[in-house]
């Protein structure tokens, strides 16, 4: 497969998860079967990097291919790039991931089961708005007790919500 040319972002990815349907978490570091047209891609954006800036620049190419196209190949690649940036321990690419999963995406159908993995696997590496999006959805679902848990860690890290106070 060729390969494509990645730039950088421009502007920060918006979307946030305000609703996911919880459930048991497991952390797979297993690439998804929908990206392996894909292998050749993944092999040579890698290229040059490793650790934490490999996961880094993965993430940054799938944010740049994501947000540069309406291409439902591109939109599925860049979901591969996540995907490859959240089993190295991104905790960004997990949480990019979520939204994806919950809607769905042409070409990789809707996953709640998978959007809420996501959303508790950033929220477990520390990712401040995953901790409060899940805290929020935890309380809506009626599970106080552990929503309280994930809004006391997004407090304790100094994560506040949009109007600038932590989370009730």
């Known amino acids: 497969m060729k390969s494509r040319i990645i730039g950088t972002p ?3 990815f918006s979307a946030l998860l305000l609703a996911v349907l919880l ?3 497991a952390c797979s570091t297993a690439i998804p079967r929908y990206c392996a047209p894909y292998e050749d891609d993944l092999t040579s954006i890698s290229k040059g990097f490793e650790g934490p800036a490999l ?3 993965l993430r940054v190419a ?3 291919m994501f947000t540069s196209t309406d291409q439902s190949s591109d939109r599925v690649l860049a979901m ?3 995907e ?4 190295l321990g991104d905790a960004e690419a997990a949480y990019l991931l979520a939204p994806l999963y919950f809607t769905g995406v042409r070409g990789v159908g809707e996953d709640r089961s998978k959007a809420s993995e996501m959303l508790r696997i950033s929220a477990g590496r520390g990712h401040c708005i995953a901790q409060l999006d899940l805290a929020r959805e935890l309380r809506a679902q009626g599970s106080d007790a552990e929503a309280d848990v994930w809004r006391d860690r997004a407090r304790a890290g100094g994560c506040v919500d949009a109007e600038g106070s932590a989370v009730k």
């Not at 490859?84 to 089993?87: I, L, M, Q, R």
């Open 84 to 87: 490859k940036a959240s089993s």
């Open 23 to 25: 459930g048991p978490v």
């Open 80 to 82: 591969c790039l996540y």
């Open 10 to 12: 421009t502007a920060r």
């Open 55 to 57: 996961a880094a620049h």
């Open 62 to 64: 799938g944010y740049s």
